[in-house]
């Protein structure tokens, strides 16, 4: 299945050049890097990036990546896929701008 994380410009371009990343501050808060299914991803940018440009949506395999990745409850109890160690340049399966165009960020038909 696969799984999405929302970047910074700049997280994403530090993860591009140093090959993995433990994630944004609230990842480090947290101590596990966030994603979002399809069905979750547009609330996640909704919530969490409201009016931010710039951004770039990043897609992963979570079967890839093991029992380092947990499914837990977060909002309204959906489960929300949680990797428990260092994100790898090398797992990214495709990654896309994510404009903010009136008023509302464009996710990209790739999205499964």
């Known amino acids: 299945m696969q ?13 591009d050049e140093k090959g993995e990343t433990l994630g944004a501050p609230i990842d480090l808060a947290d101590g596990f890097i966030h994603f979002s299914t399809a ?8 919530k969490y990036f409201a009016g931010v440009d710039g ?10 990546m093991g029992d380092a990745i947990k499914w837990e409850p977060s909002r309204g109890g959906d489960l929300f896929p949680h ?3 260092p994100l790898k340049r090398a797992e990214v399966l495709w990654a896309k701008p994510l404009p903010f165009e009136n008023g509302a960020h464009i996710f ?3 999205m499964t």
Do not use: H, N
């Open 55 to 64: 951004l770039m949506l990043v897609a992963f395999e979570a079967d890839d």
């Open 39 to 46: 069905a979750q991803a547009g609330e996640t940018a909704a």
């Open 108 to 110: 990209p038909a790739e």
């Open 3 to 15: 799984i999405y994380k929302i970047f910074l410009g700049s997280e994403w371009a530090e993860l």
């Open 83 to 85: 990797l428990y160690r």
